[in-house]
């Protein structure tokens, strides 16, 4: 089944001591790349945020975001930079006994603190850590479920556009394989034909000639890649209904696929035949354009 890279997946849900928002944008990327937005108290879990992710998506480019309210106590310490703050507290009061202020308050300090704050608050180790975690993960894997949910119903729609392009192929090379079944003899009755216009008297010369004809003909012969053509669109719908979605295998197939109608473009001596190979690279570089959007 085909998954689409472009999704979206927003989860909120209340825990017994926090409330989590999770936020998940995937947009395209040929690798998996994911970049977090998460509180500080959750940033010790990015590695395992980044292993779920992994299991259940194969690429493409991931922001995640997690905001959280806790509801009864923050699950980590308080450490005060206590020498900054002392140094910057008798700094403040020397400025000010020399202005001939009054002292500062308590209320005042702790507001220049908590302003200037920067490398005086620091969060310390995680208190409890696991209800948090739990709740996390927990909530991250349903987002995942979300997001893969909306990845299969656009994927469904790709789907759809591909397996109408490929009817369309195989229209087209039908076509091409009906005209291009006489296409040797009559290049070669063709080249005869203009031979005959010519006194060729050396008899071993003439054989050689009409060895000549016959090699040009068989390079006309374009079987073989109409043969392995329709082989390649048998395996693109093939890994279209696999289970897992597989975009990279399915542009390897596209880049056959064009390698084969090229050499029939250009081995084909039937203007007829030229025009279809163009449709043929129409309908592959719109095949192309999605692709790049299948997981």
């Keep these: 089944m085909l998954r689409s890279m472009t999704a979206y997946s927003r989860v909120i849900k209340n825990f017994p001591h926090v409330e989590l928002r999770i936020e998940i944008q995937s947009q ?169 216009q010519f006194s060729l008297d050396d008899e071993r010369a003439a054989k050689e000639v009409a060895l000549q004809v016959a090699l040009l003909a068989e390079r006309i012969d374009i079987a073989e890649e109409l043969s392995r053509f329709s082989l390649h669109l048998a395996h693109f719908q093939e890994v279209m209904n696999k289970a897992l979605s597989e975009g990279k295998t399915l542009e390897f197939i596209l880049q056959e696929l064009s390698r084969e109608i090229n050499t029939i473009g250009s081995k084909s001596q039937d203007g007829a035949i030229s025009a279809l190979v163009i449709e043929v690279k129409s309908e592959l570089e719109k095949i192309r354009e999605q692709v790049q959007n299948v997981e």
């Design 28 to 196: 395209n990327k040929r690798v998996l790349d994911v970049q977090f937005r998460v509180p500080q108290e959750f940033a010790l879990y990015e590695a395992d945020m980044r292993k779920m992710l992994s299991q259940s998506i194969s690429r493409g480019n991931l922001n995640l975001s997690v905001q959280a309210k806790f509801l009864d106590q923050c699950p980590t310490d308080l450490v005060l930079n206590k020498p900054l703050i002392k140094k910057m507290v008798t700094s403040i009061q020397e400025l000010v006994d020399e202005m001939g202020s009054d002292e500062l308050s308590m209320h005042e300090i702790l507001a220049i603190v908590l302003q200037e704050g920067q490398g005086m608050l620091q969060l310390g180790q995680v208190i409890d850590e696991a209800p948090y975690k739990e709740a996390l993960l927990d909530i991250l894997q349903a987002a995942i479920d979300n997001l893969i949910a909306m990845k299969a119903r656009e994927g469904k729609f790709i789907a759809e556009e591909f397996s109408q392009r490929l009817t369309k192929l195989r229209e087209l090379m039908g076509t091409i394989i009906e005209k291009s079944q006489d296409a040797p003899l009559k290049y070669r009755a063709k080249l005869m034909e203009l031979l005959a």
